[in-house]
């Protein structure tokens, strides 16, 4: 929005000739991440106001970690101070005809909406089953295939109308299962090589890194702290790919596929990037405000979309792997205890406790310590993530 005012300013007069700055997206994502950092922390303690005297508070589980007891009532659903600053924020820096960062916008928002549903029942509604799982994969699902079958045709083409006029081809070809190199899948710290998956694998790739990011980020979030600063630097370091892949210049030189208009991501990921560390502010040990699945859900979505546009579904694994581990651990868990129950009549447990941060709570380690150890982790697995830029 700043963005086609400056530009109307400069066409009036010489002297706005100032504004021609805000042409830049790093200036731009730098104004942004600041502008949702300062929304954050001015709007906090009233969020954390409301949600108190709204009652909405944090269940715990009975048969949790003994020493998360004393988290019992606090504020949850704090994820909506994230998402308006965000939304504010990139509102006001993005150019609003670029179409990759109003997808990201739509994926973002809708798996906020259905963890804001899912959060209200368990909280308001006291059922501490919340949305039923059955019920919240399917509004997942929904919201990542759409998401896939665009992002399969947009990511090769300049423009929407470019965009349908491929789905078009595609249709009356007879579905035929074929997509442009760019839409190929690019293996990290190698230069030539890439796999084609077709429409279908794009869609079926795409679905799997959205959902699952989005789920894998909500079983992350069971600290205080520990899932938004991983957002952060994963949400970063995506941007700086986002950057790389959106100029004909850096893409060239770094044997990037070149995606125009993926640059302008940058300004949602560094939007992301303030709200996130402004929401830090408060969810540091010990938490005033919990994020809730409205929050967990719409990040991980966010993330996974991005990771898709700028063709870094791998490096999204890599530099996510706090985020791997964690939903992996809970499927391996749930997966050994039904088979040695079923094989055995009893069930065995991998784990003493998962998501994994519970296992080494259980451990012996202070919640203080799983968290900035897990911090430490994903800072150098983005370090590794961002080293394939050049190291192909």
Known sequence: MLLSLANWLQTQSPEFGFFRVFQYITFRAVMAALTSLLIGLAFGPWVIRRLTALKIGQPVRAYGVESHAVKTGTPTMGGVLILIGIGVSTLLWFDWSNRFVWIVMLVTMGFGAIGWVDDWRKVVHKNPEGMPSGEKFFWQSVIGLVAALY?????????????????????????????????????????????????????????????????????????????????????????VFAYVTGSAVYSRYLIFPHIPGAGELLIFCAAMAGAGLAFLWFNTYPAQIFMGDVGALSLGGALGTIAVITRQEIVLGIMGGVFVAEALSVMLQVAWFKFTKKRFGTGRRILKMAPLHHHFEKSGWKETQVVVRFWIITMLLCLVGLASLKLR
């Open 151 to 239: 992002l399969a045709f947009s990511v090769s083409e300049t423009s929407n109308l470019r965009v349908l006029e491929l789905f078009i081809r595609w249709v009356q070809s007879g579905f035929a299962n074929e997509l442009p190199p760019k839409a190929d899948l690019m293996v990290p710290f190698f230069k030539t090589i890439s796999y084609p998956m077709g429409v279908f694998g794009f869609i079926a790739l795409t679905y799997f890194v959205i959902v699952g990011a989005s789920n894998a980020v909500n079983l992350t979030d069971g600290l205080d702290g520990l899932a938004i600063m991983p957002v952060v630097m994963v949400g970063s370091s995506l941007g």
